[in-house]
């Protein structure tokens, strides 16, 4: 029998004997001879805990664990700071730890569920800086994650990180628009216009799911606090008086669709000059007064007049239609 084997059958008669100090003094002896023996190393673990010296089991069980981290045991490394947790679960830097090793061996379900014990502390403890580097791991475990992307991104707008804030609500925007997912892009397009109300296109596309929603009283609230400037491009503009008159906002659509055709006659915009002509026929094409002061500013523009056939408006009384040739049979035969 080898001096090491007989230093460990003798740490083992004073284990079950209950001489635990002594017992732990035999195992320092081969800890001493190789201070990377890590199987005497969790043996000492062990046995302090069985002696209820709960600090010290958890400090040596970390240090055994931690080694075979370092040394890509880490299967071993999981089952040992598992253990950690069982004597000690509020200790948030093992859950983390034992996050990244099951994202490491390919267990990404475990490894989310811990980071997000890590980052439910963080949040509650109001750590925002802790919490946005636990979110960028879920993020990186789970890219598809736009919960976790919205959060991290609002995380980094706290800690003024803007730019970087915009970079991840549009990926989530990405993401959310190939899920066809309406309710998770208004959330996204609502915040990025709070820090960026100056964005042209996201304001248009938060417009646009609004529409397809027939929310327009959230369109029109949506462009009546956008800057100045935003309310000067001919797009947001058309999507304005759009929604005024799907609002039944008559009068004020009237005006609003004056307005817009006198500006892109200004801008020498014909394409869309046409179009907004031709909506305004359809929706106004009774009133002559009206068409009567778009006259004149189309033939300043040299724009010749044109006729379009009435749309079908919702807030018509629908009438019947009574066949002439069947009511003077009816007369006939009284």
């Given amino acids: 029998m080898s001096s090491k084997e007989k230093i460990i059958e003798a740490a083992e008669k004073l284990f079950k004997a209950g001489k635990y100090d002594k017992a732990i003094k035999e195992f320092q002896k081969l800890l001493a001879e190789d201070p990377h023996d890590m199987r005497a190393k969790l043996k000492i673990a062990d046995i302090y805990a069985r002696a209820k010296d709960i600090p010290n089991a958890l400090k040596t069980y970390r240090e055994v664990a931690d080694q075979y981290a370092a040394d890509n045991f880490h299967l071993k490394a999981i089952a040992v700071y598992k253990t950690v947790l069982k004597f000690s679960p509020t200790m948030i830097e093992v859950n983390e730890r034992l996050g990244d090793l099951y994202h490491k061996v390919g267990l990404d379900t475990d490894a989310l569920h811990q980071y997000y014990i890590v980052a439910t502390s963080y949040d509650g403890k109001g750590l925002m800086k802790e919490a946005m580097e636990i979110r960028k791991k879920i993020v990186n475990v789970d890219p598809s994650n736009t919960t976790g992307r919205i959060r991290l991104a609002e995380l980094m707008q706290a800690e ?172 006939k035969r009284k």
Avoid at 182 to 194: A, N, P, Q, S, T
Wanted: some cysteine; charged content about 40%.
């Fill in 160 to 331: 003024g990180q803007t730019d970087q804030s915009i970079r991840e609500y549009e990926r989530a925007a990405e993401i959310l628009t190939s899920k066809r997912d309406r309710d998770g892009l208004i959330e996204v397009f609502e915040k990025m216009l709070y820090y960026r109300p100056d964005n042209i296109d996201m304001l248009i596309k938060l417009c646009r799911i609004y529409f397809e929603k027939r929310e327009f009283k959230k369109a029109l609230r949506k462009i009546d606090a956008s800057p100045p400037q935003i309310k000067k491009n001919m797009e947001v503009n058309e999507l304005w008086a759009e929604a005024l008159l799907e609002d039944r906002q008559i009068d004020a659509s009237r005006r609003k669709f004056k307005e817009l055709y006198a500006m892109v006659l200004e801008r020498k915009d014909a394409e869309r000059a046409a179009r907004i002509y031709s909506r305004i026929l359809q929706e106004f094409g009774d009133d002559q007064d009206y068409l009567g002061n778009l006259e004149e500013i189309r033939k300043n523009a040299g724009l010749e007049v044109k006729t379009v056939a009435p749309k079908f408006r919702q807030d018509f009384e629908k009438t019947e239609i009574f066949d002439l040739e069947k009511f003077e049979d009816f007369k």
